[in-house]
């Protein structure tokens, strides 16, 4: 299986951006989704997770009421829509994809939130 992420660059303080992360050679709707990122010097944190189906979602606190994930499983595509951007959101964001003892991981991409 295979995820590949884009939709990363640079963006001000308060900005917007929406990532996505499209799957191929893996059966996209079995599994749940997730983003995480990792800044520089720091662990790689969970940022907000979807069920396979879409039907719930959880959020790290940080970005709760700011971040929002969605999936279309026509597409194999999930999404995180990211608004009201800080300079601590900075990192490389990655998407992952689980499925009883399958995990796939994309190569990340870089959000920087600077002036």
């Known amino acids: 299986g295979q995820l590949v992420e884009s939709g990363g660059g640079l963006v001000q303080p308060g900005g917007s951006l929406r990532l996505s992360c499209t799957a191929s050679?893996?059966?996209?709707?079995?599994?749940?989704m997730k983003w995480y990122r990792q800044a520089p010097g720091k662990e790689r944190e969970l940022v907000a997770g979807i069920t396979s189906a879409g039907d719930s979602t959880n959020y790290a606190d940080s970005v709760k009421g700011r971040f929002t994930i969605s999936r279309d499983n026509a597409k194999n595509t999930v999404y995180l829509q990211m608004n009201s951007l800080k300079p601590e959101d900075t990192g490389v964001y990655y998407c992952?994809?689980?499925?009883?003892?399958?995990?796939?991981w994309g190569q990340g991409t870089q959000v920087t939130v600077s002036l």
């Open positions: 050679r893996f059966t996209f709707s079995h599994y749940d």
């Open positions: 992952n994809g689980i499925y009883s003892w399958f995990n796939y």
